[in-house]
């Protein structure tokens, strides 16, 4: 039986006295992949902010465990040091800030001590590679003057630079066209392994072509109000969010 990692129970979170999460239940396993869909503004990005450790949203009731610990007094940096990551949905860019050593930096600040040079320049070699990047890319400033579909994968660098337990991925998809796609859904698959999971955040099916997911999860509201297989992505591509909204809707009159 798979180990269970993250375990979020009945959580509830306000940005500014306004309810964003209305009772979030959720459990990930080592291995699984889970992707989470639903309609802009239902709570998908909240949650990506509330698990890793982001200020501006008040848990207001609930708890989220990570390797059977109650995570809440944790800052957003001990959360990375204990294996979890957040790719953004809006990577920020870092003027003058190379991305050989902003990655170097956050290996050093994730495992305590500083990577040689030979060897990191190695892996870094290697890991950008893979993702289709030139050796020129690590002298570049992080995310200055980057195109969408290099955001994201400096995004995936990251993640396969620093090996985290936990990645949770917020709309890695948005802005890419089908080749970017591909290369981003080939670096998240090399990624994937037993000791480690995968919070897919994403509005549409499409990269759950190349990405297959355990689960899918469809927020509305607040709320997860349909969980299944990957066929669960497919329906919602084929008939819509509208589809499922009415669909609970008889749900609810019928009981």
């Known amino acids: 039986m798979s180990e269970k990692l993250l375990i979020i129970d009945n959580l509830h979170v306000s940005v500014e006295n306004k309810p964003i999460l209305k009772g979030v239940s959720l459990s990930v396993e080592k291995g699984k992949v889970h992707a989470i869909m639903g309609p802009n503004g239902s709570g998908k990005s909240t949650l990506s902010h509330v698990l890793m450790g982001n200020s501006k949203f008040q848990t207001t009731q609930g708890h989220i465990f990570y390797e059977g610990k109650d995570i809440a007094a944790l800052k957003t940096h001990q959360r990375a040091q204990a294996g979890i990551f957040l790719g953004f949905q809006y990577p920020t860019a870092i003027p003058g800030v190379t991305v050989a050593n902003f990655l170097r930096t956050a290996l050093k600040a994730i495992r305590g001590e500083v990577a040689a040079v030979k060897g990191f320049r190695k892996l870094l070699t290697e890991k950008m590679a893979s993702l289709q990047m030139g050796p020129e890319f690590a002298t570049r400033y992080v995310n200055e003057g980057f195109s969408g579909g290099e955001k994201k994968r400096l995004e995936i660098l990251q993640m396969a630079v620093l090996c985290p337990k936990l990645s949770v991925l917020d709309e890695t998809d948005s802005g890419l066209d089908i080749d970017a796609l591909k290369v981003i859904a080939e670096g998240i698959n090399r990624l994937r392994g037993p000791d480690n999971a995968i919070v897919l955040i994403t509005h549409y099916q499409?990269?759950?072509?190349?990405?297959?997911?355990?689960?899918?999860?469809?927020?509305?509201?607040?709320?997860?109000?349909?969980?299944?297989?990957?066929?669960?992505?497919h329906e919602l591509e084929a008939k819509g969010y509208d589809w499922l909204d009415k669909n609970l809707a008889g749900e609810a009159a019928a009981r």
């Open 206 to 233: 499409r990269i759950l072509n190349y990405v297959k997911p355990d689960f899918v999860h469809v927020f509305m509201d607040g709320r997860i109000v349909r969980s299944g297989g990957p066929e669960l992505a």
